[in-house]
């Protein structure tokens, strides 16, 4: 089993910047963020194949989040910009087993592993 442990959440204002990390045990595949606010469902936010040559974002994320592997240190990176009150959440890291295609990246089935979340505040 591939353990994730997210890290770097936080107290931010609008307007400002975060960098999450996601450290893995072992490869996956396809790695993805998503993020669960209090009394809604878990969405999806980004993700990208181990190669590192596709993503998906999700549209109220694109052009402010981007995300970024290092396959040396088996890690995953989400850098967001230009944060709002609504990308306040709990934030999960979540790896796939298999490879997939990048339209199947939002669908939380292909993922295997989960973290434990790390929380975001984003205050105005």
């Known amino acids: 089993q591939v353990q994730l442990v997210e890290s770097g959440g936080g107290l931010v204002q609008t307007g400002d910047s975060l960098r999450l990390s996601c450290s893995a045990s072992?490869?996956?595949?396809?790695m993805g963020w998503f993020r669960q606010a209090p009394g809604k469902e878990r969405e999806f936010v980004a993700a990208?194949?181990?190669?590192?040559?596709?993503?998906n974002y999700a549209n109220s994320v694109k052009g402010r989040f981007t995300i970024s592997i290092d396959n040396a240190k088996n890690t995953v990176t989400l850098q967001m910009t230009s944060m709002r009150p609504e990308d306040t959440a709990i934030y999960y890291c979540?790896?796939?087993?298999?490879?997939?295609?990048?339209?199947?990246?939002?669908?939380?089935?292909?993922?295997?592993?989960w973290g434990q979340g790390t929380p975001v505040t984003v205050s105005s």
């Open positions: 990208i194949r181990s190669s590192g040559n596709v993503t």
């Open positions: 072992g490869r996956a595949y396809v």
């Open positions: 979540a790896g796939a087993a298999m490879t997939r295609m990048s339209s199947s990246f939002p669908n939380p089935s292909i993922y295997k592993y």
